[in-house]
């Protein structure tokens, strides 16, 4: 009997137990129209149009011409990600008679850079990207 019980007990206190990137994880969306690097891979191209590059990517965030006045893009996208995770000990309050607080936190940024330049018909004649994390 006191295995059996020792064992629901362990097993109590390990089921409350999360760090902050599993809480993170649980808890990000997996929005389909954020702007990535897969995204920019997998769909920007030489030739597209000013509108199909506006509907792929959405608006920009500058726009301003070269040295030849042709148009040019920039996208620049930061992204901060925070997350909390805590614990207390509440059952074990109840249980053994005993209490505690336990957590984690978790902060990371990405940023993403996108420049697209365009010909004199409003067509992508050149791109690039740039991402880091930390």
Known sequence: MRKIYSLFLCFLFLSGCSTAGSHLKSVQSDAGDKVTVGKVQREIR?????????????????????????????????????????NEGGVWLIIAGIGGNSGAASTSQRTLTIVIKFDADKKVRDFAYHSSSF
Request: zero cysteines; a negative charge; aromatic letters at 8%.
């Open 46 to 86: 030489v030739g597209m149009s000013s509108a199909k590059v506006i509907e792929v990517l959405g608006s920009p965030n500058v726009v301003s011409t070269d040295e030849n006045r042709l148009e040019v893009w920039v996208y620049d996208k930061i992204a901060t990600d925070v997350a909390y995770s805590s």
